[in-house]
């Protein structure tokens, strides 16, 4: 079974549409998306209304943030929300599309469990917020207490940093381990990056495909300038959340 994995696409619709292109072209169906279609981007409807589509859909801080009241986010990022909820509210699209949007977000699990597969957004421990970044190999304490939750392999996103955590404390990005990695007998957790705004110093996109035992990592790019001048159109988005989509930060 060839799967592609998806997160943190942020309502960046030209990000999104530069990835589901690339996954056609590999022939693959089966699409999961580990969660947070909205905040930042200008975009969420319409962000919204291609995932809908999707194999398995999780719900990621920032959607939860849309339905309800965000916590702990910085004033950009609650701006960008408080924005976005008013689009969903009041945008595109007719009474009743704009309703099916609001239940396709509020009827989101926070989890997916496939045998030894578990799918989430943030960590195992904490599905929706937790944070696992790569320098969290030097906190043993936090790392063992994740892993305990895993059943074999985790696959997450949340930071925005694609690469692979093992049992043994260790992070490989995907440039170490040449875009590719051989699930085996050891538990791992693998962060599939960024559709909407990577952040490891590469403004391209990133997925995963996940064929049998092997997780490949993708790179595609998209006219991110196109989605920079939307954010800057829009008052309430800070230019910054466009700026950070050029430098991939």
């Given at each position: ?112 469990t496939e045998n030894n597969l578990l799918f989430v957004h943030g960590s195992a421990r904490n599905p929706l917020n ?120």
């Open positions: 079974m060839k799967r592609a994995l998806i997160s943190d696409l942020h309502s960046n619709i030209e990000g999104l549409e530069a990835v589901l292109a690339d996954i056609q072209s590999q022939g693959i169906t089966e699409i999961y998306c580990l969660g947070d279609l909205v905040g930042y981007g200008p975009n969420p409807a319409e962000v919204i209304d291609k995932i809908m589509k999707c194999r398995v859909c999780l719900l990621g801080n920032h959607d939860q943030g849309a339905l309800f009241d965000p916590e702990g986010f910085n004033s950009g990022a609650e701006r960008a929300i408080f924005w976005t909820r008013n689009q969903l509210e009041n945008g595109s699209g007719s009474a009743e599309t704009r309703q099916r949007r609001w239940n396709f977000l509020g009827e989101l699990p926070r989890t997916h937790e944070y696992v970044f790569p320098e969290d190999i030097y906190n043993r304490r936090k790392l063992e207490n994740v892993f305990l939750l895993v059943p074999r392999y985790a696959f997450q996103g949340h930071t925005h940093v694609p690469g692979v955590f093992t049992e043994s404390f260790h992070f490989f990005s995907p440039e170490e381990l040449g875009y590719e990695y051989r699930l085996g007998h050891e538990k791992a957790m693998i962060n599939v990056g960024s559709v909407g705004q990577p952040r490891d110093g590469d403004s391209r996109s990133c997925y995963v495909v996940l064929e049998d035992e092997v997780v490949r990592f993708r790179r595609v790019e998209y006219p991110f300038e196109k989605t920079i001048a939307k954010i800057y159109a829009i008052p309430e988005l800070d230019n910054f959340l466009g700026d950070r989509l050029r430098d991939g930060r």
